[in-house]
């Protein structure tokens, strides 16, 4: 094959030695494009006569549409700009396939512009890109056209059909600021991920700018039950506004987990540095415990012990006990994933990453496009089921007997 491919190279090299005077790289690239801008052209004639059913010059054949011109454009491609005539017919019926009547690009520049954005990369960043491989110039503009391309893309992937049955689904927020109304405002991407049947995760959707409360996440949950899911089996989120009542209403039969982590940070904000380590352990003992018997004990422990000092840190945990307890009953393989949600802010860690360099997005549109290409780039990674799947799968279809 490699052998193959020099002696391509070698006709090629000669034929263009053949046609044209090569005395530098430019006189080569000048060349390419020639024979680039030929090639292209043949084939769209080609394509031409095949949707028509006869060559230009056949004056012999019975004729329903008739040739009619061509539309001269201005294409750029990876050698450079040129004219580019599209033909037509009388009756307005040919579609072509090899440049499409709305492309003006074939050097797969956008493409490009499209997968640095993605990257998290500036505009002045993508432009010095694009400027290096085509000698072309980026503005803020052309890249916010551009990317405006996958917008279809975004509300199709934002309404596609979901499994029936997600064994978890983790629910959190990741902070951004967005201009609006010539000021910037902080605005949330509320992030939903679900684990699925065969142990994979899978974004199932993001939702942007809104206030959370009961009426906001109702109408989340209630989204993705429109597009197939019929039960969940166990959501994990944070104190998210409103977030209990609405999965009590959308999924009454879900079993709601706090996240034992954002507990714990909660909790220590009041804690002063020399009774940090201490109170920690102290906390750790709670829920590391056996049973929910064990772990209400230690808490009744913990709160004896520093009742006179951080009374504040304990009340959340008493206050939302029955959100905190569930992942007791399960074996330390689910309650590794089910306490903590160290999953889902892995992605919202990854979504920083990309979107580091952004400090202000300019329209809460710009902020989602940046979001979904990340998305997209994050579930290429996600190729392995979690670890212990088999097991954790076998113990979750016992649990919930018949829903799995």
């Known amino acids: 094959m490699k052998e193959k491919n020099n002696n391509s190279g ?18 080569l690239s000048s060349a390419l494009k020639d024979m680039f801008k030929g090639a292209l052209q043949e084939m769209m004639n080609a394509e031409f006569d095949t949707s028509m059913g006869y060559s230009k010059y056949d004056k012999t ?6 040739r009619n011109g061509t539309t001269t454009k201005t294409l750029k491609s990876e050698f450079g700009e040129f004219e580019f005539e599209t033909p037509r017919d009388r009756n307005g019926e040919f579609e072509p396939k090899i440049v499409p009547k709305n492309v003006r690009d074939v050097s797969g520049i ?70 609006e109304d010539s000021r910037v405002v902080k605005k949330a991407a509320y992030i939903v991920l679900g684990i699925t049947r065969d142990g994979h995760k ?32 166990i959501i994990c989120s944070d104190n998210l506004t409103g977030i209990k009542e609405a999965i009590q209403t959308a999924f009454p039969n879900t079993v709601q987990q706090r996240c034992i982590v954002h507990m714990i940070r909660n909790s220590v904000k009041f804690i002063s540095y020399k009774d940090l380590k201490e109170f920690c352990n102290d906390l750790k003992k709670i829920y590391t415990s056996s049973t929910e018997k064990q772990g209400y004990e230690e808490l009744q422990k913990v709160k004896t012990k ?4 951080y009374s504040s840190a304990l009340k959340s945990w008493e206050e939302n006990w029955d959100t905190i307890s569930p992942f007791f009953q399960y074996s330390e393989n689910i309650r590794k994933i089910m306490y903590t949600t160290n999953t889902i802010e892995s992605l919202n860690r990854q979504f920083r990453k990309y979107t580091k360099t952004k400090a202000v997005f300019p329209t809460d549109m710009s902020l989602m496009k940046c979001l979904y290409l990340s998305a997209k780039n994050i579930e290429k990674k996600w190729t392995q089921p979690y670890r212990h799947w088999g097991p954790i799968l076998s113990e979750l279809s ?5 829903r799995i």
């Open 61 to 66: 054949k019975e004729k329903t549409n008739y």
């Open 110 to 179: 956008e493409d490009k512009i499209i997968s640095l954005y993605g990257r998290g990369l500036t505009t002045r960043e993508i432009n010095d890109q694009i400027q290096d491989l085509y000698g072309i110039e980026v503005s803020a503009t052309m890249v916010s056209n551009i990317t405006d391309r996958i917008i279809p893309e975004i509300k199709e992937w934002q309404s596609r059909p979901l499994d029936d049955v997600y064994p978890i689904v983790f629910i959190d927020a990741v902070h951004f600021s967005v201009r």
């Open 398 to 402: 016992i649990m919930f007997d018949g």
């Open 306 to 309: 520093w009742k006179d000092k």
């Open 10 to 27: 070698k006709e090629i090299l000669q034929l263009l030695q053949e046609n044209y005077e090569i005395k530098s790289a430019q006189d």
């Open 202 to 233: 899978e974004i199932l959707g993001i939702w942007i700018g809104e206030n959370e409360s009961s009426k906001f996440w109702l109408g989340v949950l209630n989204e993705i039950k429109q597009r197939g899911v019929k039960d969940i089996l």
